[in-house]
C-alpha cells in the first residue's frame, strides 16, 4: 500500500517523537479506521524497531572500500564532538571541586594510609596527610590539583599552599591558581600556572624539580639569592644544605603518573577465544586482595569467563578460577574475582590483568567495562551506603535513597517512581543488595569511596553521593 | 537488616534453560517490532525487550515445553509496554490512547511471524544505499544522535533532514517487501 501523504507525514512524526496531541487523535483515528493504514503503521514502526539491530548486523556499508571524506564524515565528527562534549560535562553532582575547606581528597587508588586515613575535606591545621603506598588526588580550593605517589608525606598549609615532606608529587595548576606554593625540606617551588613535578627523598638528602610544561621558580633553602626559572622539559637537582648552584639533570618524565588512572578498563568482545588484557601497572601499588569486576554494557551476546589472572612483568602473581557471564540476556552471573597479590609480591613493574574467556561462538559481538577495586571495599557497613545517590543515565536523571531502616526510593528527573515500593535494601560482604519481592533480580553495587556508588550489574554509570 | 543471604546462582546448563535461552533469542526481532509498534517508534523499545527477556528467565520454569511460547512472550511484552506508558515520568512524547493500543497489539500479534526474515531483508537493503544515507541512519539510529545537532553540524535544516530520514523509510520499506516477494 502507498499511503496517502497526511498518513505517511503523522507516521514520520509519530516515530520522530515530534507528534503533537491534534496529529496523533487524527493518526489514531486513521489508523483505528482502517486495516491497511494501520498495516503501513505497523510495518513502519516495526522497521524503526529492527532498524538499529539491522545496523549492526549488517557490515557491508562498513567494510565498503575508501570511503570518502564526504560531507557526513567532518559533520559527523563535529556533531560527535558537541555531543560528547555535552555527554562527558553534564555535572552530575556538580565538579569535583574543594568546597568548605582549602583542600579535598579528590581521588585515590590503592592507597594505604599511614595512621589514619583522612576523609574527604582535608583540613589545614598541621595535620601531615602520610600514606605508605598509592596513588592520593588532593584538588586545593584554589584549583591546584596534587598527585601524589606513596611512600609519601605532604600537608596542607594554605588556600592554595602545601609542604612536601617526602614522595613524588606532580602538581597541575590551571589559569587563575597561578602562585601555588610548595614547601620541600631543601627549597621552595612557586608555580606560575604549569604542570611540574617534585621527587623528594631526605632520608637520602635527594630533592629533584621538573617541569612537564609552563615556568616555575625553585629557591634553595641554602640560598638566600633570587628564585631561579624553571622552564618546560628542564629538571634540577637541589643542593641540600650544602652551598652550591643548583644542577640541570634530565628529566625523566616516566617516573611519574601524571594522572589518576581510570579503574574501568573497557573491553570490545568480538567471539575470540584469545584472552583480554589490560595494563593495570598505574591501578596496583601493594600487595593484597583486589576485585575484578566484569560489567556488561551493551551488545547483543554474552561474554564467558572462566579465569582471570594478575600478572607482574609477564608472570602470574594472582589467579582466580569460576565460571562468570554477564550479557546473557542481560542478566549477570558471578561477575567478582578476587585477585590476592601475596605478601611482599608487590613491587613496581608492568601489572598486567588477563581475562580467559570461554568458548564462543565466532560473531559474538558485546562490550563493556572491568572494574579494579581495593578489596577494602569489602568493609562497607550500611551506614556507609545511607543517602542520596545520583546518575544519569541515557539523558535522564536518577537518584536513589537508601534509608536506614532498608526502605529505598527511586526517581528520575527528580520525579518519585514505584520501582522501589517492596523493595529492601541491605549489606552483605561490603556489597549494597537491592532486594524486590516480585523478583529473583537483585542489584548490586560497592562503595568506592565515601561519595562513589558502582553499579556492579547493572550497566550504569556510577553514582555519586547529593546527600 | 540485611536481607536473607542467598547463595550466587550457578551457572545453568540444563537442557530446558537452554531451550528457553535459545527460544527468547530467536525472538529478538518479533519483540523488537511488536514493542516498536505499541510504543509508536523505537524509543523505549530495547528497554521493553529487555525487560520482556528478564522476565521470561526469570519464568523460565512455568514454561511448559511444545506450548505457544511466542503467544506468552508476546503478552509479556505487551504488559512491559503498558507499564512503561503508565510510567508517566520518563515520558517525553505522546503515546496511544488504551484503546487504540488494544487494537494495534492484536493486529500486531497477528502479524507477528516473519521478523527474522525482515530483518536480514533490512539489513540487505542497508547494503545497498548510498554511503551517506547510511551513516546518516547510523549517527540517528545506532548512536541515537541528535538530528538538531546534526543539521547544526553539517548546515542543512532540521527539516531537511527530517525529510531525508522520511524518504529512507519509505524507500527501505519498498525495498524489503520488493525482497519478502522476491523470496517468499
Known amino acids: 500500500m502507498n499511503p496517502t501523504n497526511e498518513l505517511r507525514k503523522l507516521v514520520d512524526a509519530m516515530l520522530d517523537g515530534s507528534i503533537e496531541t491534534a496529529e496523533l487523535a487524527r493518526l489514531e483515528q486513521l489508523i483505528t479506521g482502517d486495516e491497511t493504514a494501520m498495516d503501513y503503521y505497523l510495518a513502519m514502526a516495526g522497521q524503526e524497531g529492527l532498524m538499529m539491530r539491522a545496523l549492526s548486523a549488517d557490515s557491508s556499508g562498513a567494510k565498503r572500500s575508501h570511503p570518502s571524506r564526504g560531507w557526513w564524515m567532518g559533520a559527523a565528527a563535529v556533531a560527535a564532538a558537541v555531543v560528547v562534549a555535552f555527554v562527558v560535562w553534564r555535572p552530575v553532582a556538580g565538579p569535583v571541586e574543594a568546597d568548605g575547606g582549602w583542600a579535598s581528597v579528590t581521588d585515590q587508588v590503592d592507597v594505604v594510609w599511614k595512621g589514619e586515613p583522612v576523609g574527604t575535606d582535608v583540613d589545614a591545621g598541621g595535620r601531615l596527610i602520610e600514606i605508605e603506598s598509592g596513588l592520593l588526588e588532593i584538588t586545593h580550593a584554589s584549583g591546584t590539583r596534587l598527585l601524589i605517589e606513596g611512600p609519601a608525606g605532604y600537608e596542607v598549609t594554605g588556600e592554595n599552599a602545601g609542604r612536601f615532606v617526602h614522595g613524588k608529587l606532580v602538581a597541575e595548576v590551571p589559569p587563575g591558581a597561578e602562585g601555588f606554593t610548595v614547601d620541600c625540606p631543601d627549597g621552595q617551588v612557586v608555580d606560575f600556572g604549569t604542570e611540574f613535578a617534585i621527587e623528594a627523598d631526605p632520608s637520602k638528602g635527594m630533592m629533584e624539580v621538573g617541569v612537564f610544561r609552563g615556568e616555575v621558580k625553585v629557591r634553595p633553602s641554602a640560598d638566600d639569592g633570587e628564585p631561579v626559572p624553571l622552564y618546560t622539559g628542564h629538571a634540577v637537582r637541589l643542593p641540600g644544605k650544602v652551598e652550591s648552584p643548583l644542577r640541570s639533570i634530565p628529566f625523566d618524565q616516566q617516573r611519574f603518573v601524571r594522572r589518576a588512572p581510570s579503574r574501568e578498563l573497557p573491553w570490545y568482545f568480538e567471539g575470540s577465544s584469545q584472552p583480554l588484557e589490560w595494563d593495570v601497572s598505574h591501578l596496583v601499588w601493594s600487595s593484597g586482595e583486589k576485585l575484578a569486576v566484569l560489567k556488561w554494557m551493551s551488545g547483543p551476546d554474552a561474554l564467558v569467563l572462566h579465569r582471570m589472572e594478575l600478572l607482574l612483568d609477564g608472570e602470574v602473581v594472582a589467579r582466580d578460577e569460576h565460571p562468570c557471564s554477564v550479557g546473557e540476556l542481560s542478566s549477570t552471573l558471578a561477575n567478582v574475582y578476587h585477585l590476592a597479590i601475596p605478601d611482599g609480591g608487590w613491587r613496581r613493574g608492568e601489572w598486567t590483568l588477563r581475562a580467559w574467556p570461554g568458548e564462543m561462538r565466532g560473531d559474538a559481538r558485546s562490550e563493556g567495562i572491568l572494574m579494579l577495586e581495593d578489596a577494602s571495599v569489602a568493609e562497607a557497613s550500611m551506614g556507609d551506603f545511607v543517602g542520596v545517590w545520583e546518575y544519569v543515565h541515557d539523558g535522564v536523571v536518577y537518584r536513589r535513597t537508601f534509608r536506614g531502616d532498608g526502605t529505598c526510593l527511586l526517581q528520575f528527573d527528580g520525579k518519585p517512581t514505584p520501582y522501589f515500593e517492596n523493595a529492601r535494601w541491605g549489606v552483605r560482604e561490603g556489597i549494597l543488595e537491592v532486594r524486590f519481592d516480585a523478583s529473583e533480580t537483585v542489584e548490586r553495587h560497592l562503595l568506592r569511596d565515601a561519595d562513589s556508588l558502582v553499579f556492579i550489574n547493572q550497566p550504569y554509570r556510577n553514582a555519586r553521593r547529593v546527600e | 537488616m540485611n536481607p536473607d543471604p542467598k547463595p550466587e546462582p550457578m551457572l545453568e546448563d540444563s537442557a530446558s534453560a537452554r531451550e528457553v535461552a535459545a527460544l527468547i533469542r530467536g525472538l529478538q526481532p518479533t ?43 508476546l503478552r509479556v511484552a505487551r504488559f512491559k509496554v503498558m507499564a512503561a506508558r503508565r510510567d508517566v515520568a520518563r515520558e517525553r512524547r505522546l503515546r496511544f490512547s488504551d484503546e487504540t493500543l488494544e487494537r494495534l497489539a492484536a493486529r500486531a500479534e497477528e502479524r507477528a511471524g516473519g521478523a527474522e526474515r525482515r530483518l536480514k531483508a533490512l539489513g540487505g537493503c542497508l547494503g545497498r544505499i548510498r554511503l551517506q544515507d547510511r551513516r546518516l541512519l547510523e549517527w540517528k539510529y545506532a548512536r541515537r544522535g541528535s538530528l538538531t545537532e546534526l543539521a547544526d553540524a553539517v548546515g542543512e535544516s532540521a527539516n531537511a533532514i527530517h525529510k531525508k530520514i522520511s524518504r529512507l523509510r519509505m524507500a527501505l520499506r519498498q525495498c524489503v517487501e520488493k525482497a519478502l516477494s522476491q523470496n517468499p
Request: a negative charge; proline letters at 2%.
Open chain 2, 31 to 73: 519483540l523488537t517490532e511488536f514493542a516498536a509498534g505499541l510504543l509508536g517508534g523505537a524509543d523505549g523499545a530495547d528497554d521493553v525487550v529487555q525487560e520482556t527477556n528478564l522476565f521470561l528467565w526469570e519464568r523460565r520454569a512455568d514454561y511448559e515445553p511444545g506450548s505457544d511460547f511466542r503467544a506468552w512472550a
